[in-house]
């Protein structure tokens, strides 16, 4: 599995702080920038860049913004991007086993760092589920184009 970042410059600094930590981890991580902090950069670029850098289903997407809302309505606008909003560690697990999310964005001024790791901690090794109900409603989403 490759880990995909992507960051604006509200999520610059949590962005380089995770990826060291993924490295660290074993992770092999694909950094799609920001490569420096640039005040007036946009989120959507970096959301497009890092699922467009995806090359097998296994890849995962993290993003990182001041509020992390940007970051998810520009990465779900591409077809087979289920990306979630990382606040808090039992609604990431749901969005992974129920939702089978493969894009996580990270509101970065609303949650501390430990946290931020133990939701992608979740993100990255939790599997979604093969229940039918689940399966039938990915199936559909895949299908809304």
């Known amino acids: 599995m490759k880990?995909?970042?992507g960051a604006d410059h509200g999520g610059f600094e949590m962005k380089e702080s995770i990826k060291r930590w993924l490295v660290d981890e074993g992770y092999t991580v694909e950094d799609v920038g920001a490569e420096n902090l640039v005040?007036?950069?946009?989120?959507?670029e970096y959301?497009?860049?890092?699922?467009k850098a995806v090359t097998s289903s296994g890849d995962r997407v993290l993003l990182f913004c001041r509020n992390g809302y940007g970051m998810v309505i520009?990465?779900?606008r591409y077809v087979g991007v289920?990306?979630?909003?990382?606040f808090g560690e039992d609604a990431v697990l749901k969005g992974r086993t129920d939702d089978d999310i493969n894009a996580l964005s990270i509101p970065s001024d609303y949650v501390d760092e430990v946290?931020?790791?133990r939701m992608i901690k979740i993100f990255l090794t939790e599997e979604a589920s093969r229940e039918d109900k689940y399966k039938r409603r990915i199936m559909k989403l895949d299908n809304l184009i």
């Open 39 to 44: 005040a007036e950069d946009d989120f959507v």
């Open 115 to 117: 946290t931020v790791m």
């Open 74 to 76: 520009a990465a779900n």
């Open 82 to 86: 289920r990306c979630g909003l990382g």
């Open 47 to 51: 959301a497009k860049r890092a699922v």
């Open 3 to 5: 880990v995909i970042l």
